[in-house]
């Protein structure tokens, strides 16, 4: 926005500007101002500079409907680890946040500075404001659908429904055309519709917080009293897992899972280990009689020898599908975080 106003204040009577990213976040200038991708400016330039009378015309833009590959994660996507507690993974998911057309008050104008004395209902906007919409929206639907549900079954049913490829089926990439990783995306890209009907969810209960709360030395509820061997906070009952500081060691946490899907269903395991991590999962095989029945399982991580690295991040996943679910439904992916 400065440099297209810089360029009126000189005199010049449209901006051309350089986008050093794989897309263009729409603005409202004020002046005639028009964004290309950087690979584009070498070509520009030497036009202006060979051509005895170079010229330009800029054009209105237009709305393309499926574009590809879609989506990919912006460059002002927030991202993990968290800092907070890397045991715990954030971001939780990603959503469309990207050049969105929101409604937008009258009282301000679309660049809300003292300069623009323009009067819109809609605005093109893009940020973690516009994702965070669509994701209450599918929460609410959700709810809708399933009123006894808790707010973490409804997390875990959107986390372990998502996908962490676009719609050409390559990974999701972030703004620089590299894989992104669960650090940018968390469990991946929402999709509401597959939420509705997750077959298993990782459901977190008050106590579950209370004893993670433990493990960060928080007391919130006096009537609760911590255990003498408090629980690492990675067994926090979560639709991801996240282990920190590692170095070397072998870790075991426990995970519990609730059938929501089909009353008699049996779910089998899949897994793709961090690079340099060797990861065992106990039992292989849930089978489950009944809907609402829980059933619990230990993962294991250990660090492959000579793993002495500090502060590297290795990613995996898995997954439990009853056959039925791997055909119309999302594998039930869990990404989990190794740091040394």
């Not at 609730?258 to 269903?265: A, D, L, P, Q, W």
């Not at 779910?267 to 849930?286: E, H, Q």
Request: proline share 7%.
């Amino acid at each position: 926005m400065q440099a297209s106003m810089e360029v009126k204040r000189a005199g010049g009577v449209t901006a051309i500007l350089g986008n050093t990213f794989n897309e263009i976040q729409v603005t409202p200038f004020l002046d005639p101002t028009t964004v290309v991708f950087s690979y584009s400016l070498t070509t520009i330039q030497t036009y202006i500079q060979t051509e005895k009378n170079p010229m330009a015309t800029l054009l209105p833009g237009n709305t393309l409907i499926g574009t590809r590959p879609a989506p990919l994660m912006a460059p002002f996507t927030s991202k993990g680890p968290n800092r907070v507690d890397p045991n715990i993974l954030k971001p939780h998911i990603t959503a469309p946040g990207f050049n969105i057309l929101a409604a937008w008050s009258e009282a301000s104008s679309p660049l809300k500075i003292p300069e623009d004395h323009r009067v819109v209902k809609y605005n093109m906007q893009s940020g973690t404001s516009m994702s965070c919409p669509h994701v209450s929206a599918a929460i609410a639907l959700l709810k809708s659908v399933h009123p006894d549900w808790s707010s973490a079954a409804i997390r875990s049913a959107l986390m372990t429904t998502s996908t962490t490829n676009n719609v050409v089926g390559r990974p999701i990439t972030n703004s620089t055309g590299s894989d992104a990783n669960p650090f940018e995306y968390g469990a991946g890209h929402f999709r509401p519709s597959r939420a509705v009907d997750p077959g298993l969810i990782y459901d977190t209960t008050y106590t579950d917080y209370l004893l993670y709360l433990c493990s960060q030395n928080i007391s919130v509820d006096s009537s609760f009293n911590c255990p003498e061997k408090v629980p690492a906070a990675s067994n926090l009952n979560y639709p991801s897992l996240a282990i920190a500081n590692m170095r070397g060691s072998t870790r075991t946490v426990r995970r519990v899972v609730t059938n929501v899907g089909k009353s008699n269903s049996t779910y089998f395991l899949a897994v793709r280990s961090p690079p340099g991590y060797f990861v065992d999962i106990v039992p292989k095989t849930l089978r489950f009689s009944k809907l609402g029945e829980k059933h619990s399982f230990n993962i294991t991580v250990r660090a492959q020898r000579g793993i002495e690295r500090r502060n590297v991040f290795s990613f995996g996943w898995y997954t439990w599908s009853d056959g039925v679910h791997v055909v119309q439904l999302q594998y039930h992916r869990r990404n989990w975080i190794i740091q040394l």
